[in-house]
């Protein structure tokens, strides 16, 4: 699997609610400071929970915005924006930034070591 495979099938996953699959992409030691949260993840487990609680959201949806690949020796690196989306009674749908570092672990597959993502404020002066 190479790096942007790895972006392709978070978005997949996430877009279909797969828990399993979205965790076995980050790594055992990946670090999550995720969109929908106020606590940086550091273990599989709380990375699973965090996913857990954001597939409770009806039709949760993710789409890639404008994304900017940085090639390192060994080491991807991943920054732009995504628009996530649900319905809570109307279509809810918030623009928010993100970086993934991705890399491959001793039996060179590629997971994501770390992610960061936060909403992209509204007021242009901040």
């Known amino acids: 699997m190479k790096a942007d495979q790895v972006l392709d099938d978070w978005q997949r996953f996430l877009n ?4 399993e699959n979205i965790i076995r992409l980050y790594s055992d030691e990946a670090i999550l400071w995720g969109t929908f949260s106020n606590i940086i993840r550091d273990s599989s487990k709380l990375i699973g929970e ?8 009806d039709n949760l949806r993710v789409d890639w915005g404008t994304v900017y690949p940085r090639v390192y020796d060994g ?7 995504y628009e996530f989306s649900y319905t ?5 749908t918030l623009p928010a930034r993100f970086t993934f570092a991705i890399g491959h672990e001793k039996d060179a597959v590629f997971k994501i070591l770390a992610h960061h993502s936060s909403l992209i404020p509204n007021d242009p002066e901040l």
């Open 50 to 57: 965090y996913f857990e609680e954001l597939f409770e959201k």
């Open 16 to 19: 279909q609610g797969d828990l």
């Open 75 to 81: 080491f991807y690196l991943y920054s732009g924006t």
């Open 88 to 92: 809570d009674n109307k279509l809810v």
